[in-house]
Nanobody, 114 residues
């Protein structure tokens, strides 16, 4: 029943910013953690950021200091603020919510030009 939809991707120049959103179609209970992953062409899907139910966060080394994960519980939405974007950040970004079972969105494309 629950579906995740990512939005906010697009084309941006290096050094620019984007804010990704992940909205759930329904309320998800007993969430263990929420996260963002990305997959660049020809590469494996990789972990980007995670937000636990307790409010702690963690980030991949490649995005530390540049990306911020947050949540708006009232809107049932998780965000990824991406600053100082680099061409290496170009990928399809996926939202993940784990509640005993992992829920995935369809992804949103982020393209960073040099």
């Amino acid at each position: 029943q629950v579906q995740l939809v990512e939005s906010g991707g697009g084309l941006v120049q290096a050094g620019g910013s984007l804010r990704l959103s992940c909205s759930a179609s329904g309320i998800i209970v007993n969430i263990n953690y929420m996260g963002w992953y990305r997959q660049a062409p020809g590469k494996q899907r990789e972990y980007v950021a995670v937000l636990t139910s307790g409010g702690s966060t963690n980030y991949a080394d490649s995005v530390k200091g540049r990306f911020t994960i947050s949540r708006d519980a009232a809107k049932n939405t998780v965000y990824l603020q991406m600053n100082n974007l680099k061409p290496e950040d170009t990928a399809v970004y996926y939202c993940n919510v784990f509640s005993g079972h992992p829920y995935w969105g369809q992804g949103t494309q982020v393209t960073v030009s040099s």
